[in-house]
């Protein structure tokens, strides 16, 4: 299929052209239960869902990311995580018109949220109906930001890439700009990232994972280092209410990028093990392979998942 017909395939046809593969997962944010929840036959775990959704289209021939493009994966994926065919319906279930959002990005430079899923994310909320007073979109400024300090809904939107101290940059990580301290957080692989989630401005807000893998960079070496060189074209977005899950999920496609590369099963250094902490010690998720519905949509070669 050329890269055009890719880019005009309907949110319906990607929904149609799911499957399904159990690769991982978690517990569900308690305050997002009642939308997000799937219990298991046993009625005590609760298993998730996470959409690995990709489309050859969405980047230019500049590689930049298609606004268009972003917003109809973004759709897909909504719709199927809240089960409502139309997705402004499902829109409409994360985000409340008197809610205050803070769309929380990441603006690292040589690999960004990108401006296609920031614009998109903040019309797709100002479209559920709140006001635009009430959005706000940061990273590294956050602190002090009057949206972000009265924010109702969180949207937590990242790249992921390898990174120097913490093994991968992460959702989970992303939250790191929530405190004063940031450089506090670093010790042990940065295994305390998951108590933020657990501080006031943050715990129980979060509507909506969305970890970018259009162009993530699947190794590096020194601090902030940028290298093109391991920089892969993956074309996809992986989008989930537990962060642990959709992390699970994005490290588990940069071992296979390193794999291929490498031409071995090379670990990461260091390795990521605060994603498992966040679920184990701070109950943000459960990162068991055995406990995450992933759920593919659109284009499926080469997904090391």
């Known amino acids: 299929m050329t890269n055009d017909s890719k880019r005009r395939m309907t949110r319906r046809e990607f929904i149609r052209d799911a499957t399904v593969a159990t690769v991982g997962g978690s517990l569900l944010l308690g305050s997002q239960a009642p939308v ?27 590689g930049e990311a298609r606004h268009e493009v972003v917003r109809e994966m973004l759709d897909a994926a909504v719709s199927r995580l809240t089960g409502e065919d139309d997705a402004r319906n499902g829109w409409r279930r994360l985000i409340r018109p008197d809610d205050v959002v803070g ?14 899923v ?26 002090g930001d ?3 300090d009265r924010a109702t809904a969180l949207i937590n939107a990242r790249p992921m890439r390898t990174h120097h101290w913490s093994g991968v940059g992460s959702l989970i990580k992303n939250y790191i700009m929530f405190v004063d301290d940031p450089y506090n957080y670093h010790e042990d692989a940065c295994a305390r990232l998951g108590e933020i989630w657990t501080y006031p401005a943050v715990a129980g807000k979060t509507r909506l994972n969305v970890l970018v893998m259009f162009t993530p960079q699947f190794h590096t070496a020194g601090a902030h280092g ?39 099963d090379r670990p990461m250094s260091p390795s990521p093990g605060h994603i498992t902490v966040a679920g184990e010690k701070y109950g943000l998720g459960n990162a068991d392979p055995q406990q995450i519905d992933l759920i593919k949509l659109g284009y499926d070669e080469n997904s090391y998942c």
């Open 103 to 116: 769309i929380k990005t990441n603006a690292w430079t040589p690999i960004g949220t990108t401006a296609a």
């Open 36 to 62: 997000f929840a799937e219990l298991s036959e046993d009625a005590t775990v609760t298993r998730s869902e996470v959409v690995l959704i990709r489309d050859l289209g969405v980047l230019d021939g500049e």
């Open 146 to 148: 009057p949206v972000f």
């Open 226 to 264: 940028f290298s093109p060189r391991h920089v892969k074209k993956y074309h996809g977005l992986i989008a989930g209410f537990d962060p642990v899950a959709v992390d699970t999920v994005g490290v588990q496609i940069i071992r296979g990028m390193r794999r291929e590369h490498f031409d071995e």
């Open 118 to 143: 920031e614009q998109s994310l903040r019309t797709r909320v100002l479209e559920a109906g709140v006001s635009e007073e009430n959005v706000g979109i940061g990273d590294r400024d956050i602190l």
